[in-house]
């Protein structure tokens, strides 16, 4: 089922529910993707995930098809992945680089085998990177996400986040060779 | 190993076993909880309960508040002893005191008499004033 389709459901009384299952459902392992490797643990995952649905869900007959449902989801989804994390840095009055300390740690623990020691370290080298780099690594790294709807879903140019992916490969080789 | 390229690209990061199956009903019962509880605050009956409910508060505080007491029952409420000490303790002249308190004539004249009378020895004292005048005679 395209979007289209989903949003006739969702905007539709008699089917909005079953709708919204099915969005759920079409999105919810990209939206976790997302949230997982910004803020690490999987119940803060879970979290940021869950609200991003119910945003999604309290806004969607707003959604006024400016942009296409899956950029509009990435929106709402980046944005709640960078306030949980300055509201997690606020609420334990943490700098950055404890933040990062924490989250280390937490990668550290993740069980797997031997081989993923270069993709922990991979991971760690992410965190040395302030949130909306981090992020811009991600959609495009890992999501493959193109500049164009990056632009889109980030609200920054696309020269910008070519600029901002760049810097972010070249400090996460000088680490990985470094460390 | 230098360049991000030689690195494979893997998501070392999952989510427990299960947990897509059971996300989604997860995520329908909080919408329906939270649909559910806004849709009971929107009935007109909880804004009509919401007026009374100030009415009723403004109501019980002008009622219930404490009513001001004037001057004169605050004064009536102090012991004559502790009204007495703190005169004494004071600097109020008995002519300050008098002219702040309103008093007619009548109390006047009471206040003088009292005031000579208490001015005036006992009558003891007068009986021997008076043999020791004689004596000298």
Known sequence: MDDKELLEKLRNPDTRNYGFNLLVRAYQQRIYRIARKMVVDHDDADDVTQEVFIKVHKAIDHFREDASLYTWIYRIATNECLTFLTRKRRRFFLPLEDIAGELSARIDAIPGPSGDEIQKKLQKALLTLPDKQRLVFNLKYYEDMPYEQMAEVTGTSEGALKASYHHAVKKIEDFMKND | ?137
Do not use: C
């Not at chain 2, 309103?102 to 004292?125: C, F, R, T, W, Y």
């Open chain 2, 1 to 137: 190993m230098k360049r991000l390229e030689d690195i494979p690209k893997k998501d070392i990061f999952e989510a427990p076993e299960g947990y897509f199956d059971r996300l989604p009903s997860v995520i329908q019962s909080r919408v329906t909880t939270e649909s559910s509880r806004w849709t009971l605050f929107a009935q007109p009956v909880w804004k009509y309960a919401l007026s009374l409910a100030f009415l009723a508060a403004g109501l019980y505080w002008f009622m219930l508040r404490p009513a001001t007491k004037s001057p004169e029952q605050m004064l009536a409420s102090v012991d004559t002893a502790s009204l007495i000490a703190y005169l004494n303790e004071s600097d109020m002249s008995t002519e300050e005191l008098m002219e702040s308190v309103p008093l007619d004539n009548k109390d006047v004249d009471e206040i003088h008499a009292g005031s000579l009378q208490n001015l005036l020895p006992d009558d003891s004292i007068l009986m021997e004033l008076e043999s020791d005048i004689e004596f000298e005679n």
